[in-house]
């Protein structure tokens, strides 16, 4: 068999772990050989004989020897990640999906609108794009989390809130007294932006119901449907078109995901849930 | 055309000699059921040649139930005497997932390759038998190496692939009689087969009919009433042979097993934070049928359903789909 075995990980070095919160850790890995994807892409990581899952890098697409994710506990196998401690070999599939369409971003305000865990991804396109800066008008970036303490990335985003293309905005569904930013749901933001909506590009990522209201606001805030980039997030285990866990409509989300806009499912069954 | 044919005294002979090289497979009758079964030289009298269809659908030589899909395998070469026509038509869906140029299955790939397929003619059908509605007919014209028909005195085999005619001048049976095209009585067997499948499903709406049918969203009431009976075994699928769902199963090593799933399980869509599209019963059950009419001829061009009537026969809640898709016309 001299072809490519699409089913067979690639070893990575997990280099250490870091908590982020109490359900949420970043895993920061070196690949055996560089490792190449784009912004929006997902990789399926194993647990050697445990399990595997999805999950979108958190790094910038730029670097290729390094890789960083970051994960919430939710089931069996995040479970298990999260018992890792460093210095375990990993197994990694990929890159899997649909990319962000950055030559579309070019020259456009760009709106960044991701609650909780979603700013993972996020933070790998957001990333990717300030590694060349001047290719786009600017950067608002949303950020929504429970509590103050529920946000992940801590360090970042004070060197976020000083790029000159970056306006970064975040709001705690609960606030403390520390907290000097916006209180309530992570939408509210929105009605702080003084941008043309009509000719914005958004992309939003978060839990369902934060993805499903985000949405629908800036609808009525007048983005339009082919401008709002959904990463949606779906049962998945081939990552390759085949084993039918992803299915979305005549779509496999693993393949033609799981970057879609919002014109090209908003009539598909279900796709908030 | 080029038929060869082969007196059964001959192409018994070839069996047993094929047997020397090929492990071989060939239906049988066992229990009032047909299955395939390994060919030993004491069975080649036994082969049930007036077989329908097999119970057990192809996709299983090439899909089996588990596969290591990392671990390196010796692939046997491998001979499948005897499959009907809509088992044949139901690879070019199976091709189209697994052998795909973007993510080429390497086992899928094998397995088709060390697979010589001997299509063969429906000498009759099942009562669920359903493959002209959907425009297949009850023989090969298709998708296997050899087409096979028989009457009482010869077997009339016709290659019509590469491998096909090297199985057959390996053998010397291309030295055998040739025919231009099929005997009068075999192709008229094979109008009255038709014929009788035609009259049988006269009340079958065809594929596209049946598509506007299972996207209708007032039908709700129908799926919950003929969802009662679901127990959620998934046999339907399984015994499917364009059903094509897997999961992977990790082993130590970083190996993978791929293993037969089916969206008809519970669970089979529920991601880790509990959101699950298919979590009612009956959400599941027309899942299904919106895969196979609507979903998959989107995708690849034609519906995932060959008319072979198994997951009627299979389902022990008694869900009989073509008897659904009836009442949904009404």
Known sequence: MSEKNIYKPQKFKLDKVVTESPLIKTFFMTP?????????????????????????????????DKMEITIMKAGYVTDKMHQLQGGEILGVRGPFGSKYPLDIFEGKEVLILGGGVGIAPLRCLILTMLEQPERYKKLHIC??????????????YKKLAAHERVNLLRSADKADESWTETEGVVTLLLDKLEVDFSTMIA???????????????????????????????????????????????DYFVCKDGPVFTYDEIKDYPNIWI | MKIYSVPEKRWNSFLQS???????????????????????????????????????PLKIFHFPVKENVVKATQKEQRIIIGTPACDLAALDLMDSIFLDDEFLDI??????????????????????????????????????????????????????????????????????????????????????????????????????ATRK????????????????????????????????????????????????????????????????????????????????????????GEIACTGCGRCIEACIGEINKNELIMEALE
Request: aromatic share 12%; net charge negative.
């Open chain 1, 203 to 249: 992309v939003v990522c978060g839990p369902p119901i934060m993805m499903r209201f985000g949405t629908y606001r800036l609808l009525e805030l007048g983005v339009k449907e082919e401008n709002i980039y959904l990463s949606m997030e779906k049962n998945m285990s081939c990552g390759l078109g085949k084993c039918g866990h992803c299915a979305m409509g």
């Open chain 1, 32 to 64: 055996k050989h560089d490792f190449e994807f784009e912004a929006g892409q997902f990789v399926e990581v194993t647990i050697d004989g445990i399990g595997e899952a999805p999950y979108t890098p958190s790094s910038s697409a730029w670097v290729k």
């Open chain 2, 18 to 56: 094929l047997l020397e090289t090929y492990r071989t497979y060939a239906p049988f009758l066992k229990y009032e059921t047909v299955d395939y079964e390994e060919l030993i030289p004491d069975k080649i009298d036994s082969i049930y040649y007036a077989s329908v269809k097999p119970t057990t």
């Open chain 2, 107 to 208: 086992y899928y790939k094998e397995n088709r390759e060390n697979t010589i397929i001997f299509g063969k003619d429906c000498y009759g059908h099942d009562e669920s038998c359903h493959c002209t509605s959907y425009g297949l007919t009850p023989y090969p014209q298709k998708n296997c190496d050899v087409i096979m028909s028989y009457d009482e005195n010869n077997f009339y085999l016709q290659p019509i692939s590469g491998k096909g005619e090297k199985i057959l001048s390996e053998f010397g049976l291309d030295k055998e009689e040739t025919l231009e095209e099929l005997p009068y009585d075999v192709s008229k067997k094979r109008e009255t087969v038709k014929s009788d499948l035609d009259k049988h499903n006269q009340k079958l709406p065809d594929s596209e």
């Open chain 2, 213 to 300: 049918l299972v996207e209708r969203e007032d039908k709700e009431e129908l799926w919950k009433k003929h969802a009662k009976t679901c127990v959620s075994c998934g046999a339907c699928s399984t015994i499917c042979p364009t059903c094509h769902c897997f999961l992977l199963i990790d082993r130590v090593g970083f190996e993978k097993i791929k293993n037969w799933d089916t969206c008809q399980h519970p669970d089979f869509e529920r991601v880790a934070a509990g959101e699950d599209p298919l979590q009612k019963l009956y959400t599941r059950l027309r899942n299904r049928y919106l895969c196979k009419y609507s979903y998959k001829p989107d995708m690849f």
């Open chain 1, 143 to 156: 950020f929504g989390a429970r509590t103050p303490q529920d946000f992940i990335y801590k360090e970042w």
